[in-house]
């Protein structure tokens, strides 16, 4: 459904990226620039408890001293963190509104988005908690999610009112003083999504989030924290796409995910912002921590991405295997086109006994981008029968891009066993003229046999989400080959 | 239906057709012969409209239309099929899906209506029950792991499926056992028909006992040097190349 209107938006639109418009409606802004003042004014505007403030405020005093990492393969030009807006909501919102009273505006946008927030969703048995830039205004299928006692909610309104779990989890994944970005993350962010399933409990449908990036110059914090109980299972996806934009809009989300023991975790994302036009002007600048947790003994945490956007990506799903039987998996496709950077990989922390990893990444590089995987596997000294299978692809389109693999292994247990396989290809001349001679154009045959390099990993996708992704997959690389 | 004339083509700067003349009519089966490397795959090529082969001199008229301004993929949906030699594979992508991609993008570019899923797999399967093309085969990657004869009957049910007007078939007997030999020749005899040429490549006589040729062409270096009816392949034969060449000289 989505995939469909989402389709008929790009010729609608013309534009080569389908979601360069913006939204007027009325923003809410914090002042211009990063201070305590900022911090405390996000956390009045949140009606945050004390012990928020608190967390955020030491957050901010740390970041003071923290200095922006460069060791990634990605270029950009120095961000001046006061000339940025660390807060914007739309205006005149009062809280948990039904669908009918959210600013028509709005939905007009989800449309354009091609998110189908009425029955379609119903049909598609997906719940969304849409964020609108920095506030959740709209969320679906509260009452059916209810029954079942899963809690999905804006983390804003967790803080206030599942605060002991927001408490006890918050920063345990990712401590506050982590790195750079998700330490301001920690000091600002905005909103995000909260998700609590209990014990024993399968989620009864998919959980969705769409992130919009839409007030100009924003600095987009999400925070997102899942947690599955002993025994339960849940699958959450989340999909973006931001407007276009010519300044640089930073995005630094932090998202965290712990599975207790038993528990399943499987988290998807569709990364689809402004990637820059063809001359590398603009796009977002995307720097996000990603960690989930394998606390609980033989629980799974599952990331599936497919990275498209952004000017610049900075970006490392990690799974802890803290728990003995513990499997991580990491399945990636990221595509970079014209000067768009992407750095991304995974990190696999093998700490329990019997752990097992499997990490599968497809890099495909077009234009003049450059796109590298970095991934570590480290094996703690405890980690007996540690396993880990690593396959790294990458595809090149045209001789102007880079690929690059830099895995780094740490083996402290002679037992580990981990294996590492690495291609690089270009798309055979020889693919594309067989598919032109049984009358499939150049772009839809790039297409053809890109998706087929990337099966695997969009095979993991939810099907709904896979044609979307597919469809993303062509969109991104059209006129790659000339 | 196909009008050569004095073709030149070159291949990475080296010239491989040196003044090629050929003429196929409607209905017509004409076989084509010659030493290794002689350019009969360059031939096949340059009719598809294969990147890097540059045509230097002379004409390609197919349906009385310049045939080389052509994009390989428009050719294609205007009727010209080649049958690889060497069929490509490509990984991640299913025989099924790839049969109807293409089909629909010929259908697309004729401006004909596009064919669903279950139409195309109806279509798909009444071709390959006749050239023995496995269901398990459909869903598998295209070409990946097929044997050389698989990938062979792949070819001519592709054919098959596209209906095309002009069919060049590229040594689609090497590789095949005797069996499946008879199965492509019956399957390419089934689509002899008026307003359908054929273009058969190969070294062997024995594929021309089963698809009779109205014209038998000879190729060395390049050029066209001995044409005859069906009888000059078994004179071939029991000639052999280098001395029919001599003859002609
Ligand atoms: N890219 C290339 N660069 C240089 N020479 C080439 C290239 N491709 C083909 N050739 C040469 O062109 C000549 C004709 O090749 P072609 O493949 O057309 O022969 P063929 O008649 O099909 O031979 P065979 O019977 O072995 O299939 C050969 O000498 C070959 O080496
Ligand atoms: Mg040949």
Redesign the pocket.
């Known amino acids: 459904m989505a995939a469909i209107e989402t389709r008929e938006k790009v010729a609608e639109l013309g534009d080569k990226y389908k979601y360069g418009f913006v939204t007027d409606i009325e923003m809410e802004r914090a002042p211009k620039g990063l201070s305590e003042d900022t911090v405390k004014y996000i956390s009045a505007k949140k009606n945050e408890p004390g012990w928020m403030l608190e967390w955020r405020l030491g957050a901010f005093a740390r970041w003071k001293e923290m200095r922006e990492p460069n060791w990634a393969r990605v270029h950009y030009p120095k961000i001046d963190y006061q000339d940025a807006y660390y807060y914007a909501a739309p205006k005149n919102t009062p809280k948990k509104q039904s669908l009918d009273e959210v600013d028509p505006k709005l939905l007009e946008t989800y449309k354009k988005l091609g998110i189908p927030l009425h029955e379609q969703m119903a049909l598609a048995g997906v719940a969304v908690d849409a964020v609108f830039d920095s506030v959740s205004v709209a969320t679906t299928f509260k009452d059916k999610l209810n029954e079942a006692g899963v809690i999905f909610c804006a983390i804003s309104e967790a803080i206030r009112d599942h605060s002991e779990l927001v408490k006890k989890y918050l920063g345990s994944v990712v401590p506050v003083s982590d790195n750079f970005f998700a330490t301001l993350n920690s000091a600002v962010f905005s909103d995000g999504t909260f998700v609590y399933v209990p014990k024993g409990v399968r989620c009864p449908m998919e959980l969705s989030t769409y992130f919009r990036i839409n007030a100009n110059n924003t600095g987009q914090f999400e925070r997102t924290l899942i947690i599955a109980d002993e025994g339960a299972y849940v699958s959450y996806l989340e999909g973006c796409t931001a407007p276009k934009r010519d300044e640089n809009q930073l995005h630094a989300a932090v998202v965290e995910l712990i599975a207790l023991e038993g528990a399943e975790i499987k988290y998807s994302t569709v990364q689809n912002w402004y990637p820059g036009d063809e001359n590398g002007l603009g796009g977002i600048y995307n720097f996000v921590t990603k960690r989930g947790d394998c606390r609980g003994a033989r629980s799974k945490i599952s990331w599936t991405q497919v990275e498209t956007g952004s000017a610049i990506t900075w970006k490392y799903p990690s799974v802890i295997l803290r728990g003995d039987d513990t499997v991580g998996e990491f399945y990636s496709i990221a595509i970079a086109n014209h000067f768009q950077q992407a750095d991304t990989g995974t990190k696999m922390i093998h700490l329990g006994k019997n752990t097992k990893s499997r990490i599968i990444s497809k890099g495909i590089s077009a234009g003049k981008a450059q796109n590298t995987y970095r991934g570590l596997v480290s094996v703690h000294p405890k980690a007996e029968k540690a396993r880990n299978y690593t396959q790294c692809d990458s595809l090149l389109i045209g001789g102007e891009c880079g690929a690059h693999t830099v895995p780094y292994i740490e083996a402290r247990n002679p037992t580990a066993r981990i294996e590492h396989e690495a291609t690089t290809s270009k798309i055979a001349e020889d693919q594309l003229f067989y598919c032109l001679q049984r009358g499939i154009p150049q772009d839809e045959a790039v297409s053809l046999i890109v998706n087929g390099f990337c099966k695997e990993v969009l095979q993991q996708l939810p099907m709904e989400f896979a044609v979307e992704a597919q469809k993303l997959v062509s969109i991104s690389l059209e006129g790659s080959v000339g | 239906m196909l009008e050569i004339k004095d073709l030149h083509a070159k291949?990475?700067g080296?010239e491989?057709l040196k003044g090629l003349t050929l003429s196929v009519g409607a209905g017509e089966v004409h076989a084509i012969m010659?030493p290794?490397?002689?350019?009969?795959?360059?031939l096949s090529y340059v009719l598809a409209g294969r990147a890097g082969y540059e045509i230097t001199g002379g004409s390609i008229t197919y349906k009385g239309e310049d045939l080389t301004t052509m994009s390989p993929d428009q050719r294609a949906s205007k009727g010209v099929f080649l049958a690889m030699?060497y069929p490509v594979e490509i990984p991640g992508v299913t025989t099924l899906t790839f049969l109807k991609t293409a089909l629909n993008a010929q259908r697309r570019a004729r401006g004909e209506k596009e064919v669903d899923a279950v139409g195309v797999l109806r279509l798909v399967r009444e071709k390959a029950a006749a050239m023995k093309v496995s269901e398990e085969m459909l869903k598998r990657a295209l070409n990946v792991g097929f044997s050389g004869g698989e990938k062979k009957r792949l070819e001519i049910l592709q054919m098959a499926l596209f209906q095309p007007a002009l069919a060049v078939l590229d040594?689609t007997d090497s590789g095949l056992d005797i069996d499946a030999l008879k199965l492509v020749a019956e399957g390419v005899n089934a689509l002899r028909a008026p307003d359908r040429a054929m273009l058969v490549i190969t070294?062997y006589q024995r594929l021309l006992d089963y698809i009779v040729p109205d014209r038998v062409h000879v190729l060395s270096a390049g050029r066209i040097i001995k044409e005859g009816g069906k009888e000059l392949a078994h004179e071939l034969e029991a000639k052999g190349y280098e001395q029919i060449i001599k003859d002609a000289a």
């Open positions: 291949v990475d080296k491989i010659g290794n490397g002689s350019g009969k795959s360059t030699q040594e070294h």
